[in-house]
C-alpha cells in the first residue's frame, strides 16, 4: 500500500457559544482549521484535522502549520500509510518541530491503517475499554455571573466537567471561580468538576494570590504559569490539585510535571505533542506513572473529535479524567456531526478507521495537492 496523492483543504469553525475568551486578551468568534486527505493507490483514504487556538496560544498558526505540511505532504507520497510510525520517522526526518502539521498527517495514517485491516483505530491502539467517556466543556472568561450561568445551563443539558477560563486579574480569577463553585453547590452536584485554567496567562506573583485566594474551593488549577519550574512553584504553595497542559510536550516533560511540579494530571492534546501515536505514548506513560490525564487538541471539528474519540474509548477508565468533542463547539460539521455526545457523555463512531465519512464535495477545491 502506498500514498498516491495528498491533498489540503481549508475551512472555518465557528463557536457556539458566540466568543471563545482566554487570558492575556485571547478571544476570537471562528478558528481555521486544515483537513488533510490521503488517497492510496488500492483506492483506501485517510483524513486528518489540524486547527490551531490562534497564533499566540501555542508557537504556531494556520498559515505556520499550511506552510509545514507543504514541506511534510511530499515527504509521505510514496510511503505506506498503514504504518503511522515510519510515516512519523520520516515527517522528522524532513522537517524538525511542527508537530501541530504533522499531527494531522499522522491522524490520516492510522484513518487509512484501520480501513485497511478492517478494524476502528481503538482497537489497533489496544482495545477498547469504554463505551463511553465523560465530556468537558470551556467556559469562557468573562464576569462571575455570566461564567456561573453558562456552568448552570450546560450542568443542565448533561455536562459535568467544566474548565473556566481564568488567568487575569487574580483577585477577579478567584470570584470567577467562587461564582461557579457556588453553582455546583446550590445544585448539589458532587459529580460536578471545576477546573480553573488559566492557560499560562499568571505571573508567578499573579499565580501565587490567585491559589492562596481560591484555597478551601473544590477546584483544580490548570497550567497557572507558563514555564514548567514556575509552574512547579505555584505547586509547592497550595493544596488545590495541579494539573499541567501546555508545558507538557515531551515525556520528559511529564515525568517533571509529576516530580518537580507534582501535577497529578496532564492535558494532553493531539497538534501540541505530534500525533496519535505520540500522544498515546504520553497517556501509557501518564498511567504508568499514577497520573489522571485529558485527551483533546487545540481546536478542530469532526475529524479531530473523532480522533480523540479513538484515544478515549482505548484508554484506561481509572486514568480517564475527560475529553472533549470540539465538535460540539462549533457550528460547522464535515462529517455529518460525527462522533456524536449525549447527556455529557461520548462515544466511539461506528466503523473501521476513524469511523467517519468526510463529505468532500462540501469543502470546494483543496488549497494544493501533493503526488
Known sequence: MKIQSIDLYAYDLTYVHGEYVMSKGRAARRQPSTLVRIATACGLEGWGETATLGGTYLPTSA?????????????????????????????????????????ALEMACWDVFGKSVDRPVAALLGGILNSDFPLY???????????????????????????????????????????????????????????ADANGGWTLTQASIAVREMAGLDVFVEQPCRDLSDCALIGRRTALPLVLDESVVTLG????????????????????VGGIGAAVA???AAHALGMSYCIEDMWGGDVVSAAIAHMAASSPPESLMHVSFFNDWTNEHVAGHMPRSRKGRGTLPDGSGLGIAVDRGALGAPLATFS
Open 63 to 103: 498559515a505556520t502549520t499550511r506552510a509545514a505540511l507543504g514541506e511534510l505532504a511530499p515527504a509521505l507520497v510514496g510511503a505506506d500509510p498503514s504504518n503511522p510510525a515510519l510515516a512519523a520517522r520520516l515527517m522528522d526526518a524532513a522537517l524538525m518541530g511542527q508537530a501541530n502539521a504533522k499531527s
Open 282 to 284: 504520553m497517556r501509557n
Open 253 to 272: 516533560d511529564l515525568f517533571r510535571a509529576k516530580t518537580e511540579a507534582g501535577a497529578g494530571t496532564v492535558n494532553i492534546k493531539l497538534g501540541r
Open 137 to 195: 466543556e470551556a467556559v469562557p472568561l468573562g464576569e462571575p455571573e455570566a461564567m456561573a450561568a453558562f456552568v448552570r445551563r450546560r450542568a443542565d443539558a448533561g455536562i459535568r466537567r467544566f474548565q473556566l477560563k481564568v488567568g487575569d486579574d487574580p483577585h477577579a480569577d478567584a470570584a470567577r471561580v467562587d461564582a461557579a463553585a457556588a453553582v455546583k453547590a446550590e445544585a448539589g452536584n458532587d459529580d460536578l468538576l471545576l477546573i
